[in-house]
């Protein structure tokens, strides 16, 4: 699946090598469907200030569905921004955008990346890097298929 990513994915695909730790052993896959889960949390360690925005992949079931997608950014075990876009918004295709105020955390500290749906009348997937452990009996590790937008003056 890695290898046929659509062009418009580009910049997902980029950002996802540069910040997920390994991509060794992972698979590119869609998340369970995010109505059945409070929400599908990514760790982030981005090394870098000012994130003001995530482009994510997604999947709906059904198109023109109701409801609504969500990220949280969680920072020192408190959301500090949030950012929603209508299911009936997301295209195949086409990354969906997701822009907040600035989250301002230092460069060294990690945050978290929550992704959830609210009133969603159809089933709606985000693509994510999966690996399970012990050869499938163990625990299963994902990194986010996702894009940052960072403010003017974000340090690298």
Do not use: M
Not at 29 to 48: A, G, H, I, K, W
Not at 63 to 70: K, R
Not at 100 to 105: D, G, I, L, N
Request: hydrophobic letters at 40%; charged letters at 20%.
């Amino acid at each position: 699946a890695w290898n046929a990513i659509q062009s418009t994915y580009g910049q997902l695909k980029e950002d996802t090598v540069l910040f997920a730790p390994s991509r060794r052993g992972f698979r590119l896959q869609p998340s369970e469907d995010v109505r059945t889960v409070p929400c599908v949390s990514y760790p982030l360690n981005l090394r870098r200030r000012n994130l003001c925005g995530v482009q994510l992949a997604a999947v709906v079931d059904e198109p023109h569905s109701t409801g609504n997608l969500w990220v949280d950014i969680v920072w020192q075990n408190r959301v500090v921004t949030q950012a929603t876009v209508p299911l009936a918004e997301i295209r195949e295709g086409v990354p969906l955008t997701f822009r907040f105020p600035t989250v301002s955390a230092t460069a060294t500290e990690p945050v978290e990346l929550r992704v959830s749906a609210r009133d969603a009348s159809a089933g709606v997937r985000v693509f994510e890097l999966r690996r399970w452990t012990w050869g499938g009996f163990g625990r299963l590790v994902r990194h986010p298929f996702a894009s940052y937008v960072f403010s003017e003056g974000a340090d690298r």
